[in-house]
Nanobody, 128 residues
Framework: QVYLVESGGGSVQAGGTLRLSCAVS????????MGWFRQVPGKEREGIAT???????AYADSVRGRFTVSQDIPNNAIYLEMDNLKPGDTAMYYC??????????????????????WGQGTQVTVSS
């Protein structure tokens, strides 16, 4: 059974920093593409960062240079460090694990359809 539990969301002023954590169980991080997505009401869920075995990372243009995804294999966790936050980053943030056999190219595409397991989400609110 796969369980993903996000934490670390909250309210911050523009320019601030937050670090999201995702506790992972039932997944071998040595073999699985993992990702972070976000969603605002009325819009599609957007892929913003993924990490593939071998520490290969991909980012959406909207967050590249400000957000950093990382994995802690011994502790079965992934993280999203978010710097220089903007009001447009306000959203519910989700941790996700890809489905069976998803390779590097689809992982790096940030496509939601490649991800089979989801956490419950953590809210991030950035005020101006």
């Amino acid at each position: 059974q796969v369980y993903l539990v996000e934490s670390g969301g909250g309210s911050v002023q523009a320019g601030g920093t937050l670090r999201l954590s995702c506790a992972v169980s039932g997944v071998d991080l040595n073999r699985k593409c993992m990702g972070w997505f976000r969603q605002v009401p009325g819009k599609e869920r957007e892929g913003i960062a993924t990490v593939y075995p071998g520490d290969r990372r991909a980012y959406a243009d909207s967050v590249r240079g400000r957000f950093t995804v990382s994995q802690d294999i011994p502790n079965n966790a992934i993280y999203l460090e978010m710097d220089n936050l903007k009001p447009g980053d306000t959203a519910m943030y989700y941790c996700a694990a890809a489905g069976y056999g998803v390779g590097f190219v689809p992982c790096a595409s940030l496509g939601r359809s490649h991800f089979a397991y989801w956490g419950q989400g953590t809210q991030v609110t950035v005020s101006s």
